[in-house]
């Protein structure tokens, strides 16, 4: 307990410090630079977008419609996403082309997961 107090002390010390290097700014006015730059942009669309590579599928098990998807499949996908207006602005703004889709899965609270190559 003694080595953490004065650990947190200095961690509130210099989050105070650089608080006062960044610019205020106001709670909804969208995502600061620093933010962007270390936790990538936030979208805030209910869309995520999964990219699917050969070292995604070495580190993690991907299910086989994902790893061998069916040319069928990936028509469905790509129909689903040109059909919904929202789900192709969040491809466009994320810099996806439709023939890279390969997979599109609805959340049950509606948000939507699309994966692409």
Not at 31 to 54: H, L, M, P
Not at 59 to 78: N, T, V, Y
Not at 84 to 103: E, T
């Amino acid at each position: 307990m003694k080595r953490i107090l004065p650990a947190l002390l200095m961690v509130g010390a210099v989050a105070g410090a650089l608080s006062a290097f960044l610019p205020a700014a106001p709670v909804m006015a969208g995502q600061s630079k620093v933010s962007e730059f270390v936790f990538g942009k936030a979208y805030n669309d209910g869309v995520t977008a999964i990219r699917i590579t050969s070292a995604s599928q070495r580190d993690q098990p991907l299910p086989l419609s994902l790893r061998h998807p069916m040319p069928s499949g990936i028509r469905e996908a790509q129909a689903t996403v040109s059909a919904d207006k929202r789900l192709m602005q969040a491809i466009a703004d994320r810099g996806i082309a439709l023939k890279n889709v390969i997979q599109v899965q609805r959340a049950l609270n509606g948000a939507h997961v699309i994966y692409y190559r």
